[in-house]
């Protein structure tokens, strides 16, 4: 077998083919290609903006009841940061101090079950949502951002 045939193959249908097996892909990314593959020659401009907006946009969710209730027992502290506000959310007192840092499309009260765990060990939990995420101001960012921003809690 030569090197060639051995790697992944992606077909326009949207199936990643590897050594004789096929792995669906979700329709809405199948859809993406076609999109993109027909369009994007056609309209480079509007589908750069469509690109843009799929990469950097982000999109908030509602809150389960128990960040609800977690949520309300945070001190909330509104930090500028760029020229917008990222939303800072502690709690517990502490000597000892822990960061968490939420994932893409996230939230500082995701992560409800860690700080709860956490606060039990007597540490002073500190969460931030990310720009454009959460409490946060905005509606999209970079992940070159959202680093800084930790960069920025963490130094105050």
């Known amino acids: 077998m030569n090197k060639e045939s051995s790697k992944p193959q992606m077909t326009i249908a949207g199936e990643v083919k ?9 329709l809405f990314l199948k859809m993406y290609r076609i999109l993109f ?3 994007g020659p056609i309209l480079p401009k509007l589908m750069g903006l469509v ?7 982000t999109l908030r969710f509602p809150l389960p009841q128990k960040e609800k209730d977690f949520l309300k027992k945070a001190r909330h502290t509104r930090m500028p940061f760029e020229g917008k506000e990222i ?4 709690w517990g ?7 968490l840092v ?5 939230r500082a009260t995701q992560m409800v079950y860690f700080a709860e765990a956490l606060l039990k060990e007597g540490y002073r939990v500190i969460a931030l949502d990310g720009p454009a995420h959460g409490l946060s101001s ?10 800084r921003a930790i960069q920025h809690v963490e130094n105050k």
Not at 18 to 26: H, L, T
Request: no cysteine; aromatic share 14%.
């Open 18 to 26: 590897s050594q004789g097996a096929s792995q669906p892909v979700p």
């Open 37 to 39: 593959t027909v369009l």
């Open 51 to 57: 690109a843009y907006r799929l990469w950097f946009k």
């Open 87 to 90: 939303r800072v959310l502690s």
């Open 93 to 99: 007192t502490g000597e000892k101090q822990v960061l």
């Open 102 to 106: 939420h994932g893409w499309q996230g």
């Open 138 to 147: 905005g509606n999209a960012t970079t992940i070159f951002r959202f680093t």
